[in-house]
């Protein structure tokens, strides 16, 4: 059964860190590549940062590069989301998602919210 099951979120203050971590189970990890998505409340689903199935490539939103960092361990089938200088226009449900080929995979999210 496939499992992308997101953890990390929570309540943060502007300017604040948090890393969400997404831990994937029953598909061959290594081969997908791994994006973050994130949907604030009366908005749609945006990409926030990709990575390639090796790692080797990223990409970013244009609002959040330079703040956020994605990264992946293909060992341990999970990837991250370090999130830096958080602002409050970050606060959002963060989606996990897996891609190969006509594969498509989506977690259940996790909520940030940042707010002093």
């Known amino acids: 059964q496939v499992q992308l099951v997101e953890s990390g979120g929570g309540l943060v203050q502007p300017g604040g860190s948090l890393r969400l971590s997404c831990a994937a189970s029953?598909?061959?990890?290594?081969?997908?590549?791994m994006s973050w998505y994130r949907q604030a409340p009366g908005k749609e689903r945006e990409l926030v940062a990709g990575?390639?199935?090796?790692?080797?490539?990223?990409n970013y939103a244009d609002l959040v590069k330079g703040r956020f960092t994605i990264s992946r361990d293909n060992a341990k089938k999970s990837v991250y989301l370090q999130m830096n200088s958080l602002k409050p226009e970050d606060t959002a449900v963060y989606y996990c998602?897996?891609?190969?080929?006509?594969?498509?995979?989506w977690g259940k999210g996790t909520l940030v919210t940042v707010s002093s």
């Open positions: 029953g598909f061959t990890f290594s081969i997908y590549a």
């Open positions: 990575i390639s199935s090796t790692g080797g490539s990223t």
């Open positions: 998602n897996a891609k190969w080929s006509v594969m498509n995979y």
